[in-house]
């Protein structure tokens, strides 16, 4: 179900208004501003009194982000402590550690702030203490202010002792609450800012292969595919456009919008190269996206199906781009598209620039894959021996 909110105190020219969801999704409130209003409304809706501030030491140190959200929280009694230790790829250190903050600080909620590191990491503090308090279920409101859409998804990873990726998944992981309020990511540095745009449009373009998606939620994809195509340089043009930041977070929930899947999907195989580079040699998220999307693109020119081309193929219609006369090419020219605009954004990198060492190659497509049988296993040492 859908509720608009027409109370907002905005103009009523900017992008405001409140979605709900069933299940453990309570709400979407969206618009500049909104988190000074937001945030009692959903101590409220929740029914929460305490809550733990978790995010990363950038935002806590080098903005007044995190001091304004805690400030909202003291003025409603609703303030418990704050945790501002998460780290890239959400290690377990921090996790652990602010676990112990959440429970001594007598905490009932989690207010992440932040990238997609923070909502990873409260989604993990949550599952763990769900599994020791035998199933009972505790909130995070998140507030994100980057654009890696992390806060619609049921799974998070996070990072063990021995720096590799780990996964947890259950329904009652997503977000109870989420505030899209893009006054908030003024502070945040243009890289990331633009870098995790590319990451949401990983979302959009894996999930025209990826299992259980509908047809409704594809095209919505490929309206938000659209909008980051044309966003993103705007926003790198203007970066104090509160308005054109406001239309990119739209365009980062239209990417991953929240749907109740009976089981976890996987996104493809950009995003599980993704997953193996970022966390094993310190590749943020959204750069990741900006190394494997295009060359991703360009493989399932030659192994996708019918229907993904397809689908594929309808993506760079949407950048309004003439037909090459082929789905096949199609697809090709849409792999251009997305390497053009990481180039436009400054955005372009190689493996070498992470230090990455070329031996490391069979064993990144070994892992991603699950096996070094995998029919794809040389397209994929081969797609990332073209990353150098």
Excluded at 155 to 170: I, L, N, P, Q
Aim: glycine share 8%; with cysteine; net charge negative.
């Amino acid at each position: 179900m859908s509720i608009v909110d027409y109370s907002v105190e905005h103009p009523s020219t900017e992008l405001q208004g409140f979605y709900a969801w069933t299940d453990t999704l309570r709400g979407i409130q969206y618009g500049p501003g909104s988190v000074s209003t937001a945030l009692p409304k959903f101590f409220e809706l929740l029914g929460v009194s305490k809550a733990l501030v978790l995010t990363g030491r950038s935002l806590y140190e080098k903005s007044d982000v995190v001091k304004k959200v805690e400030g909202i929280l003291k003025s409603i009694n609703g303030y418990g402590a704050t945790y501002y230790k998460i780290g890239q790829h959400s290690p377990i250190a921090g996790i652990r550690d602010a676990s112990k903050v959440f429970i001594d600080s007598g905490c009932d909620v989690i207010v992440s702030v932040g990238g997609g590191s923070p909502v990873d990491a409260a989604k993990a503090i949550l599952y763990y203490l769900q599994q020791e308090r035998g199933g009972e279920t505790m909130p995070q409101i998140a507030i994100p202010t980057t654009l890696s859409a992390a806060e619609y998804s049921i799974g998070a990873g996070y990072t063990d002792e021995s720096g590799k990726k780990v996964a947890v998944s259950s329904q009652k992981l997503a977000p109870a609450a989420i505030i899209l309020d893009a006054e908030l990511t003024l502070a945040t540095p243009e890289r990331l800012w633009l870098s995790t745009g590319i990451r949401a449009l990983d979302h959009c373009v894996e999930n025209l292969y990826r299992p259980l998606v509908p047809p409704p939620l594809k095209a919505m994809g490929l309206s938000a595919l659209a909008d980051l195509f044309k966003y993103l340089p705007e926003s790198k043009a203007n970066p104090k456009s509160v308005e054109i930041r406001q239309k990119l977070q739209i365009a980062s929930w239209m990417s991953l919008w929240p749907i109740k899947f009976g089981k976890y999907s996987a996104l493809g195989l950009s995003h599980s190269l993704g997953h193996k580079l970022g966390a094993a040699y310190s590749i943020p998220h959204g750069i990741t996206s900006c190394l494997t999307l295009a060359p991703v693109v360009e493989l399932m020119s030659e192994i996708g199906t019918e229907q993904d081309k397809e689908y594929l193929a309808k993506a760079f219609f949407y950048l309004h781009k003439p037909s090459t006369g082929t789905v096949d090419g199609d697809v090709k020219a849409l792999s251009a598209c997305i390497k053009q605009l990481v180039a436009d954004l400054g955005l372009s990198s190689t493996l070498s620039d992470y230090n990455v060492p070329r031996e490391d190659i069979p064993v990144i497509a070994a892992n991603t894959l699950g096996t070094e049988t995998h029919q794809l296993f040389p397209e994929t040492v081969k797609l990332l021996e073209n990353l150098y």
